[in-house]
């Protein structure tokens, strides 16, 4: 799902030149190296840095070619359970949508009910798309709703064709509000240790941007 572009500098992705340096010393923290791709801590955030660039709704996505997904995952039988984490499509093959049901849920117990939410820098590609839509049609258990920053692809005749079998197949697909991107700053992205947390700032055509894709996602949707 990642937009294939030139791979610019850090400092064009919003990063810092040292950002390698810098989060070779979070996977030291967290133990990263000890677990397989796209396994996540539970809790764990992404940096601040990351979600002020990847997740920002604008129009041309020019350099944006990771896709970070946040997940919650209400787990529904004798008690309930929810978990959340986030991950990215960088570490492996496999983009983050195709991983999330590869390592975060493979498997969806019969005697349980799950509601699955998702909060994605931008909307899946055609093939991930696919996996979702097949994997709702064999789980009728699972309730997925997805909330976009951005769509992919979506002038493309077969990208609007796969979007609309994963509606026929009990997926909601939002674009993400202003709150949206309120909730995810708040429970998803890392705020400064010994530091009071920051409050979201909303970027200039946070709204008008949103705007602009929910109308174009409706016009594939209707």
């Known amino acids: 799902m990642a937009e294939k572009q030139e791979e610019p500098s850090n400092a064009q992705n919003g990063e810092p030149d040292n950002a390698e340096e810098g989060?070779?010393?979070?996977?030291?923290?967290v133990k990263r190296e000890d677990l397989p791709p796209f396994e996540i801590v539970t809790g764990e955030r992404l940096?601040?840095?990351?979600?002020?660039?990847?997740?920002?709704?604008?129009?041309?996505?020019?350099?944006?070619?990771?896709?970070?997904?946040?997940?919650?995952?209400?787990?529904?039988?004798?008690?309930s359970v929810t978990s959340r984490g986030y991950l990215?499509?960088?570490?492996?093959a496999a983009h983050a949508e195709i991983a999330f049901?590869?390592?975060?849920?493979?498997?969806c117990e019969s005697s349980l009910r799950y509601n699955v939410t998702w909060y994605v820098s931008s909307s899946p590609c055609v093939t991930c798309a696919d996996?979702?839509?097949e994997t709702l049609k064999k789980n009728k258990n699972l309730r997925l709703t997805i909330m976009v920053g951005r769509l992919f692809m979506w002038e493309e005749p077969e990208m609007q064709a796969a979007l609309k079998k994963m509606k026929s197949a009990g997926c909601k697909l939002?674009?993400?509000?202003?709150?949206?991107?309120?909730?995810?700053?708040?429970?998803?992205?890392?705020?400064?240790?010994?530091?009071?947390?920051?409050?979201?700032v909303p970027w200039e055509d946070i709204q008008e941007n949103f705007q602009y894709y929910e109308e174009k996602l409706a016009e594939i949707l209707h």
Request: charged share 35%; aromatic share 16%.
């Open 88 to 92: 990215e499509d960088e570490h492996a």
């Open 174 to 200: 939002r674009i993400m509000k202003p709150q949206d991107f309120e909730y995810v700053w708040q429970n998803f992205v890392e705020q400064e240790e010994g530091e009071e947390a920051k409050a979201f």
């Open 47 to 79: 940096p601040a840095i990351f979600f002020k660039f990847q997740f920002r709704n604008v129009e041309y996505s020019s350099g944006r070619n990771k896709t970070f997904l946040c997940y919650v995952i209400e787990t529904q039988g004798k008690e």
């Open 23 to 29: 989060e070779g010393k979070k996977k030291k923290k």
């Open 101 to 107: 049901f590869n390592t975060i849920l493979p498997k």
């Open 131 to 133: 996996r979702i839509t």
